[in-house]
């Protein structure tokens, strides 16, 4: 076999615009938004659900009172997670690039072929159109 056709990732980069760090920034707002809502609605369930098994067997509290905690830690985590990503947003300098997804693309290499050359292509878009390309 002296050819072969092979799939390798294609990194696409966005150029940081005006209207691309605004959007950016508008996802992570409603995603902090998000999950605060969330986290409130887990808090009155957490309670509603604690004075219930209180009433009803206050034996078990302690296992559900366990298992509201370490949902409330997932739940937290999350929420700063997102906060963090739209900190990082808020500061993203105008014309830096920012990893904006990946794709595939087909090759075909042969004996001999930069193997490594094919592996770091990348696309650079601004605004949604493509500027460059890069190998």
Do not use: C, W, Y
């Amino acid at each position: 076999m002296e050819k072969m056709v092979i799939k390798v990732p294609v990194v696409i980069k966005a150029k940081v615009t005006e209207d691309l760090k605004a959007k950016i920034v508008a996802e992570l707002q409603e995603g902090v938004k998000a999950a605060n809502l969330d986290m409130e609605q887990f808090e009155f369930s957490a309670k509603r659900a604690m004075n219930e098994q209180a009433n009803q067997d206050s034996n078990m509290l302690g296992a559900l009172q366990e298992q509201i905690e370490l949902e409330r830690a997932k739940r937290m985590s999350a929420k700063n997670e997102v906060e963090a990503k739209l900190a990082r947003a808020e500061k993203l300098e105008l014309g830096s690039e920012v990893g904006h997804g990946q794709l595939e693309r087909t090759v075909e290499i042969e004996i001999g072929s930069n193997l490594e050359a094919l592996l770091g292509a990348e696309i650079l878009t601004e605004d949604g159109k493509v500027i460059a390309f890069r190998a």
